[in-house]
Nanobody, 125 residues
Framework: VQLQASGGGLVQAGDSLRLSCAASGRTFSNYRTAWFRQAPGKGREFVGTISRSGVMVYYADSVKGRFTISRDNAKNTVYLQMNSLKPEDTAVYYC???????????????????WGQGTQVTVSS
């Protein structure tokens, strides 16, 4: 699976932004898909995962209630809707896909086989 994240940009605190992760290659609906982020000087942090069907979503506590992950398997795309953005949300955001069906899903990098190139989100105060 090849993944490409897009939609990043520079926004102000309190604004909203929607990221997209477009997939190609293998059957996308066979994979649960996650979003991670990496702030400058920090490790890659789990944001959330959506199940293969899109019925189940699991979020990190830091984004719960503000971020929403959805997917459209007909379009081979997963979305990350980010509302009420804060300066601490500034990071490069990555999408990743992996197999398996355990729930809750893995929150570590090793749980996902395929990674996109990342898109920069900058939130100014």
């Amino acid at each position: 699976v090849q993944l490409q994240a897009s939609g990043g940009g520079l926004v102000q605190a309190g604004d909203s932004l929607r990221l997209s992760c477009a997939a190609s290659g293998r059957t996308f609906s066979n994979y649960r898909t996650a979003w991670f982020r990496q702030a400058p000087g920090k490790g890659r942090e789990f944001v959330g995962t959506i199940s293969r069907s899109g019925v189940m979503v699991y979020y990190a506590d830091s984004v719960k209630g503000r971020f929403t992950i959805s997917r459209d398997n007909a379009k081979n795309t997963v979305y990350l809707q980010m509302n009420s953005l804060k300066p601490e949300d500034t990071a490069v955001y990555y999408c990743a896909a992996g197999g398996g069906s355990t729930w809750p899903p893995p929150t570590g990098l090793s749980g996902y086989f395929y990674w996109g190139q990342g898109t920069q989100v900058t939130v100014s105060s």
